[in-house]
């Protein structure tokens, strides 16, 4: 199963969307990129398949996502 990572910043919002996903039923793990241009920031690793859901509930909670990246 493909993965997709997105960041999202600091660890706060990387829980909150986390536990935002998971009262939708959308399992997601936190992770910390740390060779990324602007210091250690943190995002969230998900199935590719609910990559269009994640967005969705992220975007209806204000939460703004950095890059999205497509490796696992």
Same mark, same amino acid.
């Given at each position: ?5 997105? %960041?999202? !910043? +600091? /660890? +706060? ?6 536990? %935002?996903? $998971?009262?939708?039923? /959308? %399992? $997601? ?5 740390? #060779?990324?241009?602007?210091?250690? +920031?943190?995002? %969230? +690793?998900? $199935?590719?398949? #609910? ?9 209806? $909670? !204000? ?6 990246? #497509?490796?696992?």
């Amino acid at each position: 199963m493909e993965n997709r990572r997105i %960041l999202v !910043g +600091s /660890i +706060s919002y990387a829980i909150k969307a986390k536990r %935002l996903l $998971a009262k939708k039923g /959308i %399992l $997601a793990g936190i992770v910390k990129e740390t #060779d990324h241009t602007e210091g250690c +920031s943190y995002g %969230l +690793s998900f $199935a590719e398949k #609910d990559a269009y859901r994640v967005y969705t509930v992220l975007a209806d $909670a !204000g939460i703004r996502i950095k890059t999205r990246e #497509d490796r696992p």
